[in-house]
């Protein structure tokens, strides 16, 4: 085991080179974290609304969910090339799911009283959405949000390992194979902090979009409504 | 004003059987009554209201409000729940204009009628505080504002004091009486307790489970204002133990 003083020693001495990968890595963390978000979400909103669409493609994510996305990236690799798409890609299909199951449960929970009531004010289902189900989902989908940030950091870094010259990822296997291991460890102490700043914007912004949700948490009493 | 046909509705249950929720109930209810329905659970009093408020259709029958046939939801209702199922993001008045939106009526007209309707319900000073900062009682009472701001002339409500303690629940129910006295509704209230239905109603309607039947409808002759105290009238005492005699008597036949 390397010692910590040797591992920051290390880390400072590479640090602008560090900086470069990290910032590929971050890169392709938020490329892949964005379109899980662009294509979860309406997804999500989908299977909500169309029984059928439920029924044909709910089977579909689930099995791809169920495949090992450390098996899956060499393929991505080959067909996608070893540049950064492939780890956006990689980051996309790890982060896509819990999005995706979040919002749905979200835009499911909300309570039937209220789609009753909107129903007897016959408010147009758009309408609905929007002032009722949409808001009622939103802590759900931050919490989704939540776990799928941090799965989009560990994707991009899967998707490095298996091949690629840049990266936090491709820094630890070089790293590694050179018998550097202070550096590898500076590597990952790096992603490490990067998942946890990461983590913690998205629950800033959620703080910032949901207060009411942050509030009765703290008070340890059911949110007001349920 | 509200005239229920020999209203009867079935279901499938998800295993396929027919369940028989409602059976040949009628019902002629006046201009501004205020009616309690009673019974035990599953003897269909939320189904009813549903039926009544044009969410559900029954499966036979009808029910003619004015002389109109309801075939679809009408927004000349106000609901009222067993939860309040405010939004926790809205504050109390934005609880209330909720119904103004969704009408899609203008709000401009009618935030002062909230603003009214939260004074007359006992809390002026609280329109900016979040449901979480009220009681379970005031958020029953901003339900009930929500409920009565587009002055829609049928309220349905489905054991909207079931959830609160007992002590609230008797002041909730004397509050709603002197609302009602303000601005009076016809109401359809179901509850499960016999002496909420009769201290609050002109006519109890006493159902049966299985399908739910009428049982029997009461006249209840105690005078206006009502107040707790004639829970100890001779004629609520009996009022509240033919009520018992209907809703218990079939349960006991069944065990024997």
């Known amino acids: 085991m390397p010692a910590p003083l040797g591992i920051i020693r290390e880390t400072w001495e590479w640090r602008w080179r560090l900086l470069g990968h990290t910032w590929v890595t971050l890169y392709e963390t938020l490329a892949g974290f964005g379109l899980s978000i662009a294509v979860g979400t309406p997804l999500a909103v989908m299977l909500v609304y169309s029984p059928v669409l439920r029924d044909a493609v709910y089977p579909i994510v689930v099995v791809a969910q169920a495949i090992p996305k450390v098996a899956i990236a060499p393929v991505l690799l080959l067909l996608l090339g070893a540049g950064e798409v492939s780890k956006v890609v990689v980051a996309f299909s790890v982060a896509f799911f819990p999005i995706v199951v979040d919002t749905a449960t979200g835009l499911a929970a909300t309570p039937p009283e209220l789609l009753d009531l909107s129903r007897s004010y016959r408010a147009s289902a758009f309408k609905t959405f929007v002032k009722v189900r949409f808001p009622t989902a939103l802590p759900f989908f931050f919490s989704g949000l939540k776990v799928a940030v941090t799965l989009s950091v560990i994707g991009a870094v899967v998707g490095e390992f298996i091949g690629s010259d840049k990266g936090l990822g491709y820094v630890i296997v070089s790293a590694t194979s050179y018998w550097k291991s202070n550096l590898a460890f500076g590597a990952m102490g790096i992603l490490a902090i990067l998942a946890m700043a990461l983590f913690g914007l998205v629950e800033l912004v959620e703080r910032l979009v949901c207060p009411w949700y942050a509030v009765s948490e703290r008070d340890a009493g059911a949110p007001a409504g349920r | ?256």
């Open chain 2, 1 to 256: 004003m509200i005239s229920i046909r020999s209203v009867g509705k079935t279901y499938r249950s998800r295993h396929g059987e027919v369940v028989d929720a409602l059976d040949d109930v009628s019902l002629d209810v006046r201009e501004k009554e205020f009616v309690s329905i009673v019974g035990p659970s599953g003897c269909g009093k939320s189904t009813l209201l549903k039926i009544i408020a044009g969410l559900v259709p029954a499966s036979g029958g009808e029910v003619t409000i004015r002389g109109r046939p309801v075939r679809e939801p009408f927004p000349d209702v106000g609901f009222v729940f067993q939860n309040a199922v405010l939004l926790p993001w809205r504050t109390v008045l934005d609880n209330v204009m909720f119904s103004i939106e969704m009408l899609g009526l203008p709000g401009n007209d009618y935030r002062a009628r909230a603003r009214d309707l939260i004074e007359l319900a006992g809390l002026a000073g609280f329109e900016r505080k979040y449901p979480w900062e009220l009681s379970g009682g005031m958020q029953q009472r901003v339900a009930l504002c929500r409920a009565l701001v587009h002055d829609p002339s049928v309220l349905l409500m489905d054991e909207p004091f079931g959830a609160l303690d007992a002590m609230t629940r008797e002041e909730m129910g004397l509050e709603l009486l002197r609302i009602w006295e303000e601005r009076p509704k016809t109401i359809f209230f179901v509850t499960h307790s016999i002496p909420e239905a009769i201290l609050l109603a002109d006519r109890v309607v006493v159902m049966t489970p299985r399908p739910g039947r009428l049982a029997r409808v009461l006249d209840i002759a105690l005078d206006r204002p009502r107040a707790v105290e004639m829970e100890f009238d001779p004629r609520f005492k009996a009022y509240s133990e033919e009520i018992r005699a209907l809703i218990f008597r079939p349960r006991r036949e069944r065990v024997h």
